[in-house]
């Protein structure tokens, strides 16, 4: 049995395209993407599009829990604030989650971003252990908490179990609040293990994430990539690297040599990598980096909450590098957001227009969403790449009544989408493995998850 759906315009991957069929199997598969197809061929039962329907984006870097705390630390804390004061407001966060509540922050969260338009998730996830640092009964507790939150909300996900060693180069101890964090690399590979019988099931891509660096010492970083590809070959491998120049700094302290840069020289980088944030790079490591394969995983709103820096688009994509967008701490979960932060953050930078838009696609919305779809599918590890046969049918209906969209044509209405949609949601459905997960903007679960999210917010910030 198969289903299928027509849109009057579609964004495909080599631009807009009318009168298309899409139609898909029972495991969600697309097997046909047919421009030019009349009404009167339609197959029995086809839905059609109440707008424009343009590809799911797969959501790049994601840290689940921290959604309940988003906007809890506009507050000045010390003399001056920097990521590394608001990590240790985030790891006071952390040390009092439990699995349900983990569960019930990641079910409204997934279907916020459903809303939003993300269809896929590639979850960071690295707080593994109880409260006082001990394995839980379950070793894999809260990672089963995150892909139970996923199957009810109805999102995509590969999931990257964190390795998590120390605090600084050179091997420095954990400290205090990175307790719940640590694990070994022999139990990690364990963990991995364990958990791809239930990924499997779930259809979720397990890969893995070597925190970063400063986290995760040489001899570890190579024992884990090892044992990656005896439990799962060609499973993505997702790092932070270079968001902060205070450990570009320590970097160059401890090796001589810059984070990208010892990356590059020490590891088999190609494109199973994502590279998330890599803010701040040299030439050379642009260059490398780019050509490697790897992703750049750019998360553009929490980079500027952070005030991490400003990602150098043009020289990257001067490489050829492919790069996506994710919601990471989720001061911001839209990837219209991120994408519009991306282009207003270059403009600043070399004060210039238009920056995103490239030979084949004038329209700078056009061209950034179908790049942003290409790297993060790339990242994920899985088959979103977009509308293409052989891809998952993972698509979005722009609400053309929407007040910023309404009397355009397709490709001005997703320019609004992006630029001009004033932080109100120009969506109308969104489908994911070939089920229809939200309609005129709502999804089934949507007042259970946000009352299961208010109560566990509210209990973590009692206690």
Known sequence: MSQSLWAEQALLPEGWARHVLLRWNEAGTLLQVTPGTSTEELPAGTHRASGPVIPGMPNLHSHAFQRAFAGLTEYRDQGQDSFWTWRTLMYRFAARLSPEQMEAIATWLYIEMLQAGYTSVCEFHYIHHDADGRAYSDDGALA???????????????????????????????????????????????????????????????????????????????????????????????????????????????????????????????????????????????????????????CPTTEANLGDGIFDFPAWRSFGGAWGVGSDSHACVDPAEDLLMLEYSQRLALRRRNIGSDSEHSQVARAIWLQAVAGGAQAAGRSVQGLVPGQQADFIVLDEKHVALQGLPADLMLASHVFASSRSRAISSVWTGGRQRVKDGFHPLQSEAIEAFVRSRTELLST
């Open 144 to 298: 089963h908490s995150l892909l139970r939150a996923a199957k009810r909300a109805g999102i995509g996900m590969t999931l990257l179990p964190v390795l998590y060693q120390t605090s600084g180069f050179g091997g420095t101890p954990p400290n205090e609040g990175q307790r719940r964090f640590i694990r070994s690399t022999d139990n990690m590979l364990a963990l991995l293990d364990k958990l791809r019988p239930a990924c499997d099931l779930q259809g979720v891509r397990l890969g893995v994430a070597p925190h970063s660096l400063r986290a995760v010492p040489p001899a570890s970083l190579n024992a884990v990539l090892a044992g990656l590809d005896s439990i799962s070959p060609n499973a993505p491998i997702h790092i932070h690297i270079a968001e902060q120049t205070a450990e570009v700094e320590a970097c160059l302290a401890w090796s001589g040599q810059r984070p990208v840069q010892w990356l590059m020289n020490h590891a088999q980088v190609d494109s199973r990598w994502c590279l998330v944030h890599a803010t701040h790079m040299d030439e050379a490591e642009y260059r490398g980096a780019a050509q490697s394969g790897a992703v750049a995983g750019l």
